[in-house]
């Protein structure tokens, strides 16, 4: 099958023709911005839509002060960050490897990033904030190193690496819940975390999170038509003047790292990276291009979407956010293993 063909089935695999893309993304926005701002009405306080515009129009200070600038805004902006960063790992990493059953969480690497942080949770709780970013990152380079070198020796199929996924993560969980049992006074904080909320997050994630979001989205658009000669298979994409190897590796760090920082600041939030990627590549088709902007989009609505309906279905009772994920994507998943025939 020659490039261009491949390119065409790509394209009317898709829900929407090219044409139309443009106009699905912007409607994706449009109702991005309108989950957005529905979540500042929702929780435990209930307020009016005059109230909300004045203390925004007023800035810091007022009755409401806490409630709108401190909680509810911060809240809303670092479920979009942390949704789209999700997406744009899953994207990357199902990019990469070809496997549709990858993603951050069945990687192992939202397991990896959240051992490493509990583990500096309850063995040094007073450390500075950014400290629990890099325990996240090298947990979850170390993770996804792992079962990298498995797969290098085993050489599994797609199904069988994302069960040897699976496993790695749950032996990581394990060790988890084993410092939780060991520091039984420190697992407030961990467990809330851990159970992937957003509940008490502030405005000092934002900017770091914003900026390197930035940054990794901007060098991932570098190299969305890599990523989809990529999908011809390596040997093809060798002899059409793609370096596979640096290309592999870059992009793979970039999920890495956005995933981590992730987890990071909300928790082990699962199957965003799956679900987004899954549905994205369902409205746009293959062409990374238009996918790795699609999907970030596609994981900020249903992160936000998740918080929203975290905290307002048994308001005054909070559920993790991570919690409505993994009932949505759990099924999911074992929907995608029982359609997979390459066992």
């Given at each position: 099958m020659t490039i261009q063909t491949k390119a065409s089935s790509s394209r009317s695999n898709s829900l929407f023709a090219r044409k139309s893309?443009?106009?699905?993304?912007?409607?994706?926005?449009?109702?991005?911005?309108?989950?957005?701002?529905?979540?500042?009405?929702f929780g435990a306080s209930e307020?009016?839509?005059?109230?909300?515009w004045q203390h925004l129009q007023q800035g810091f200070g007022g009755d409401k002060d806490?409630?709108?600038?401190?909680?509810?805004?911060?809240?809303?902006?670092?479920?979009?960050?942390?949704?789209?960063?999700?997406?744009?790992?899953?994207?990357?990493?199902?990019?990469?490897?070809?496997?549709?059953l990858a993603s951050p969480d069945l990687m192992g690497i939202s397991a990896g990033a959240g051992f490493c942080a509990t583990l500096l949770l309850v063995m040094l709780?007073?450390?500075?904030?950014?400290?629990?970013?890099?325990?996240?990152?090298?947990?979850?380079?170390?993770?996804?190193?792992?079962?990298?070198?498995?797969?290098?020796i085993s050489?599994?199929?797609?199904?069988?690496?994302?069960?040897?996924?699976?496993?790695?993560?749950?032996?990581?969980?394990?060790?988890?819940?084993?410092?939780?049992?060991?520091?039984?006074?420190?697992?407030?904080?961990?467990m809330i975390w851990l159970t992937g909320s957003l509940w008490g997050r502030s405005w000092q994630h934002i900017p770091m999170l914003t900026i390197i979001f930035a940054v990794l989205m901007?060098?991932?658009?570098?190299?969305?038509?890599?990523?989809?000669?990529?999908?011809?298979?390596?040997?093809?994409?060798?002899?059409?003047?793609v370096s596979v190897k640096p290309l592999e590796f870059t992009t793979l760090f970039i999920a890495v790292v956005i995933a981590s920082l992730a987890v990071s600041v909300a928790g082990t939030v699962s199957f965003i990276g799956l679900l987004a990627p899954h549905i994205a590549r369902l409205l746009f088709g293959h062409q990374h291009r238009i996918l790795l902007p699609a999907s970030a989009l596609i994981g900020a609505i249903i992160l936000v979407t998740?918080?929203?309906?975290?905290?307002?279905?048994?308001?005054?009772?909070?559920?993790?956010?991570?919690?409505?994920?993994?009932?949505i994507g759990a099924p999911?998943?074992?929907?995608?293993?029982?359609?997979?025939?390459?066992?």
């Amino acid at each position: 099958m020659t490039i261009q063909t491949k390119a065409s089935s790509s394209r009317s695999n898709s829900l929407f023709a090219r044409k139309s893309a443009s106009r699905a993304v912007v409607l994706i926005i449009l109702m991005l911005f309108i989950l957005s701002v529905s979540s500042i009405f929702f929780g435990a306080s209930e307020l009016t839509l005059a109230q909300i515009w004045q203390h925004l129009q007023q800035g810091f200070g007022g009755d409401k002060d806490f409630i709108v600038w401190q909680h509810r805004l911060p809240r809303t902006l670092l479920s979009i960050l942390v949704g789209a960063s999700l997406g744009l790992s899953g994207s990357l990493v199902q990019g990469v490897i070809r496997n549709p059953l990858a993603s951050p969480d069945l990687m192992g690497i939202s397991a990896g990033a959240g051992f490493c942080a509990t583990l500096l949770l309850v063995m040094l709780p007073a450390a500075p904030t950014w400290w629990l970013s890099v325990a996240a990152l090298l947990g979850g380079l170390l993770a996804f190193s792992s079962i990298m070198l498995l797969a290098q020796i085993s050489q599994p199929t797609p199904a069988r690496l994302a069960l040897i996924g699976v496993a790695i993560s749950a032996f990581l969980a394990s060790g988890i819940n084993f410092l939780l049992v060991i520091y039984p006074v420190e697992i407030n904080t961990a467990m809330i975390w851990l159970t992937g909320s957003l509940w008490g997050r502030s405005w000092q994630h934002i900017p770091m999170l914003t900026i390197i979001f930035a940054v990794l989205m901007v060098i991932s658009m570098y190299l969305a038509w890599r990523l989809d000669v990529l999908g011809l298979g390596e040997e093809t994409a060798y002899h059409l003047g793609v370096s596979v190897k640096p290309l592999e590796f870059t992009t793979l760090f970039i999920a890495v790292v956005i995933a981590s920082l992730a987890v990071s600041v909300a928790g082990t939030v699962s199957f965003i990276g799956l679900l987004a990627p899954h549905i994205a590549r369902l409205l746009f088709g293959h062409q990374h291009r238009i996918l790795l902007p699609a999907s970030a989009l596609i994981g900020a609505i249903i992160l936000v979407t998740a918080d929203v309906l975290a905290r307002s279905l048994f308001a005054p009772i909070e559920l993790p956010a991570g919690v409505l994920t993994s009932v949505i994507g759990a099924p999911y998943f074992i929907f995608l293993l029982s359609r997979y025939k390459g066992w």
